[in-house]
């Protein structure tokens, strides 16, 4: 199965995964999307592999979403496709571990706060930057809010600077940092490649039943996300951005 903008290997129950848009920061975009869903659907299938690693470059886990193609659009992209991707990490019969180096910033943050586990090395930085830009992480915050709570994702929204590995440690952001990550990932991989996919799946979904209502949030979610998108100045700072690389309170 070809891809543009992932690297996918699978052996031995583990598909791995590598966001492989390095020009770009492995930004999200349409493409990279379906892509990651046709990957997921593979652990999803009942006789597909149990575990899911995911990660990007020794520079960048996930920029984001994709500004530049934002500022191209007359038309904001819908939210729901990535919403409902992120779904399927947290609540899929299978475990979702996301490996951070470096930037992980905005839908990053997201991305890898919808994964089961959070492995980091030391120079993991995670933020959310979208208030720079008159925006807020409105499909970001549920899946943050679980992992760390409502008052800390509150802080990162309002506060927009990164924290780092071991503050995200503390946090509860990542589960594990270690340098290098390599042999803290292979110490995971070596106990959870042993798990029995049926019990893997009623595992989870008893805890998304029971853990936070993600699926609940989700209309209110995309609805912010929309608004805030569809707002005229926002999308000229976002453009101002992309093409002048200014922020909107610079001259």
């Known amino acids: 199965m070809a891809y543009e903008t992932l690297a996918v290997d699978c052996r031995d129950g583990i598909l791995t995964v590598h966001l492989n848009r390095p020009e770009a920061g492995n930004v999200i975009n349409s493409l990279l999307i379906a892509e990651l869903g046709r990957a997921v659907a593979q652990c999803e299938a009942p006789d597909g592999p149990s575990v899911l690693v995911l990660g990007g470059s020794a520079e960048v ?14 038309v904001p992209e819908d939210p729901e496709p990535l919403y409902d991707l992120w779904l399927r990490l947290a609540n899929g019969p299978f475990v979702s571990l996301a490996v951070a180096r470096g930037r992980v910033n905005a839908g990053g943050v997201g991305l890898a706060a919808a994964c089961d586990i959070v492995l980091a090395d030391g120079t993991a930085s995670f933020a959310l930057s979208e208030m720079l830009f008159g925006l807020f992480p409105a499909c970001v915050l549920p ?3 679980r992992r760390v709570g409502a008052q800390r994702a509150h802080y990162l929204t309002l506060t927009t600077q990164p924290v780092g590995a071991a503050q995200a440690l503390a946090w509860g952001l990542a589960d594990a940092v270690e340098d290098p990550v390599e042999p803290l990932l292979r110490r995971h991989l070596v106990r959870l490649r042993r798990l029995g996919k049926p019990a893997i799946g009623r595992y989870k979904r008893h805890r998304a039943e029971t853990a936070g209502p993600l699926a609940e949030a989700k209309p209110a979610a995309l609805a912010a996300n929309r608004a805030l998108f569809g707002d005229p100045q926002i999308r000229e700072n976002i453009r101002r951005y992309v093409t002048e690389m200014k922020f909107p309170w610079e001259e």
């Open 61 to 74: 886990f996930c920029a984001g979403g994709d500004f530049q193609a934002t500022a191209a659009a007359d």
């Open 143 to 145: 899946f943050l809010i």
